[in-house]
T-cell receptor
Framework: DQQVKQNSPSLSVQEGRISILNCDYTNSMFDYFLWYKKYPAEGPTFLISISSIKDKNEDGRFTVFLNKSAKHLSLHIVPSQPGDSAVYFCAASVRGNNNDMRFGAGTRLTVKP | KAGVTQTPRYLIKTRGQQVTLSCSPISGHRSVSWYQQTPGQGLQFLFEYFSETQRNKGNFPGRFSGRQFSNSRSEMNVSTLELGDSALYLC????????????FGPGTRLTVL
């Protein structure tokens, strides 16, 4: 039961351009959404999050947008840098049950110099 | 402050065997969660332990079990290994059970032959 889906397994962009990573979810009970970044041989690290009461959260080059009616969120990276090349996971937590976080399958981003 | 550590980092087993993986959380963190990462499936939640008690469990067969010790270290055991158990097993620690902020270890890569 894949409640969080990242339909693009990979994305390649040129350095300096915008990277847009997408994520869809099916469970309307999710109330908090997170993006994690993972480099090879390392565990995922937290990148940015958004609460369901907001539709946008920005942190430097990273912005997450949430469209609750479409059950869709996206991560924008502007401008993209080669060091951003990694696998990005979106995750969602269920209202009242933050202990059980659901992750998407991940999108491998490659930023070409 | 030392991060989450997992041992061993790599493991090769054969079908039918059992395996035990270990996770030491960040000092002061009392919650440990385990995830299985496979290509195309992303991170799938296995279970969470807090104060030596399993607090939440994902949708995995009973062959997957775990425990937590009084020092918050956790072990995960998989019995009667199957080829499909080959994956990266990640553990994550949190300070308190309700926290959304979790820190991942580098994972244990299990290969079942």
């Amino acid at each position: 039961d894949q409640q969080v889906k990242q339909n693009s397994p990979s994305l390649s962009v040129q350095e300096g351009r915008i990277s847009i990573l997408n994520c869809d979810y099916t469970n309307s009970m999710f109330d908090y959404f997170l993006w994690y970044k993972k480099y090879p041989a390392e565990g995922p690290t937290f990148l940015i999050s958004i609460s369901s009461i907001k539709d946008k959260n920005e942190d430097g080059r990273f912005t997450v947008f949430l469209n609750k009616s479409a059950k869709h969120l996206s991560l924008h990276i502007v401008p993209s840098q080669p060091g951003d090349s990694a696998v990005y996971f979106c995750a969602a937590s269920v209202r009242g049950n933050n202990n059980d976080m659901r992750f998407g399958a991940g999108t491998r981003l490659t930023v070409k110099p | 402050k030392a991060g989450v550590t997992q041992t061993p980092r790599y493991l090769i087993k054969t079908r039918g065997q059992q395996v035990t993986l270990s996770c030491s959380p960040i000092s002061g963190h009392r919650s440990v969660s385990w995830y299985q990462q496979t290509p195309g499936q992303g991170l799938q939640f296995l279970f969470e332990y807090f104060s030596e008690t399993q607090r939440n469990k994902g949708n995995f067969p009973g062959r997957f079990s775990g425990r937590q010790f009084s020092n918050s270290r956790s072990e995960m055991n998989v019995s009667t290994l199957e080829l499909g158990d080959s994956a990266l097993y990640l553990c994550a620690s949190k300070k308190v059970i309700g926290s959304l902020e979790q820190f991942f270890g580098p994972g244990t890569r299990l290969t079942v032959l």
